[in-house]
């Protein structure tokens, strides 16, 4: 049985930081695409970035390119996501998401992840 528990969320200023880990209970991570998606108030569930199982290929939606980076350790089987220069918009509930499917590039769909973790809160004061 799959788990993805993340933590790191919180409460900072517009202009801040955080950084997002999610820790996979899971054999062989290496072996598996992992992202993050987002869901604020009001709004649709939305990609946010990936990380490739195989060649640590990454994506990012364009509203948080160049201020996300995601990265994965294999080793402890966690993925993280270092926000900078957040922003009011950048307010939601993030999830840590897992694809099974060793998929050529890293999805960006929802559908493309079968296993989503529970979430955790951030929140960018203006």
């Known amino acids: 049985q799959v788990q993805l528990v993340e933590s790191g969320g919180g409460l900072v200023q517009a202009g801040g930081s955080l950084r997002l880990s999610c820790a996979a209970s899971?054999?062989?991570?290496?072996?598996?695409?992992m992202g993050w998606f987002r869901q604020a108030p009001g709004k649709e569930r939305e990609f946010v970035a990936a990380?490739?199982?195989?060649?640590?290929?990454?994506s990012y939606a364009d509203s948080v390119k160049g201020r996300f980076t995601i990265s994965r350790e294999n080793a402890k089987t966690a993925v993280n996501l270092q926000m900078n220069s957040l922003k009011f918009e950048d307010t939601a509930v993030y999830y840590c998401?897992?694809?099974?499917?060793?998929?050529?590039?890293?999805?960006?769909?929802?559908?493309?992840?079968?296993?989503w973790g529970q979430g955790t809160q951030v929140t960018v004061s203006a």
């Open positions: 998401v897992l694809d099974s499917i060793r998929r050529v590039r890293p999805g960006l769909r929802r559908n493309e992840y079968d296993y």
């Open positions: 899971v054999r062989t991570f290496s072996r598996y695409t």
């Open positions: 990380i490739s199982w195989d060649d640590g290929t990454k």
